[in-house]
């Protein structure tokens, strides 16, 4: 759920606050998408293209009216993602209303038994899936020019455009690539569990824990960061109560930042 913003706020510097919503909106697409008989993880790969596309626009928007200027980009950017997120959470709720939604599928209410343990097929479908989306991005940005130009450009826009290469279109592309994965990990969101319009506020602190705890960018560090926020909440969960969990994200978000600001893989 973090790589995209590990993109766009960990390469871009973008303050993509409405990120969790995107997730969100990819569920409630795949939800939409599975009412016709369709799996949920093909609805999930099927939605990014258009969630793609839709990246696109919303960076050139962002673009055109924000960062162009330069004149306080961080707050005024901040804002616009909160009203984009906003009419998201608003559009949802108009369409799909307040009530939890969740789908079904083969993988979904069945566990794999180990002696004593048993592990949902959901969970190791989400973890598979994750496992190979986050392993595609780090090559991609590693083995591409297109990869490397992504990771240059929040670093040297001068040198990036005497290398031939557009900044603007660079951070173009690479948005709708953050936003492109929202649809496949909305996909794996709503296979986890029920969704509903405002769980993206649940998901603000843990997606920018994780990218914050890997290092800016850093596609392993992402998943080594989920492995240690997941066993940390499951943790927190089973010895304190539900109450506390949610808090566990900020709690690691303030340590990372006061003791190691870069991240774990982070330079």
């Known amino acids: 759920m973090s790589v995209g913003l590990s993109i766009s706020f960990g390469l871009l ?56 200027r330069g004149t306080d980009l961080g707050v005024r950017g901040i804002a616009f993602f909160f009203g984009i997120a906003f009419i998201v959470q608003v559009g949802l709720i108009l369409a799909f209303g307040v009530d939890q939604r969740m789908v079904e599928a083969d993988y979904i209410g069945t566990a794999v038994e180990i002696g004593d343990v048993r592990i949902p097929k959901r969970m190791i479908v ?33 040198a990036l455009r005497l290398m031939g290469a557009d900044p603007v279109r660079i951070k173009r592309w690479a948005f709708g ?8 990990a ?17 998901y ?22 989920g492995l240690i926020l997941g066993v940390a909440e499951s943790l927190v969960l089973s010895s304190v109560g539900t109450a506390w969990a949610p808090a566990v994200a900020f709690g690691i978000l303030l340590v990372v930042l006061g003791v190691r600001p870069a991240g774990l893989f982070g330079r």
């Open 13 to 68: 510097d973008v303050p993509h606050v409405a990120h969790p919503a995107f997730l969100v909106l990819g569920a409630y697409a795949t939800y939409a998408l599975v009412g016709y008989g369709m799996d949920p993880l093909v609805a999930g790969v099927l939605l990014m293209p258009m969630f793609f596309v839709f990246g696109l626009g919303v960076y050139q928007f962002y673009y055109m009216t924000f960062e162009r």
């Open 126 to 158: 989400a973890f598979g899936v994750a496992l190979a989306l986050t392993t595609s991005l780090a090559l991609y940005l590693s083995k591409t020019f297109t990869g490397r130009a992504i990771k240059a450009v929040a670093q040297d826009e001068g």
């Open 177 to 184: 690539i953050a936003t492109a994965t929202c649809a496949l």
């Open 186 to 202: 909305g996909a794996l969101l709503i296979i986890v569990g029920p969704v509903d319009p405002n769980l993206d506020r649940l």
């Open 204 to 225: 603000i602190g843990r997606t920018f824990c994780v990218v914050v705890l890997a290092g800016m960018g850093s596609m392993s560090g992402t998943l080594v960061a």
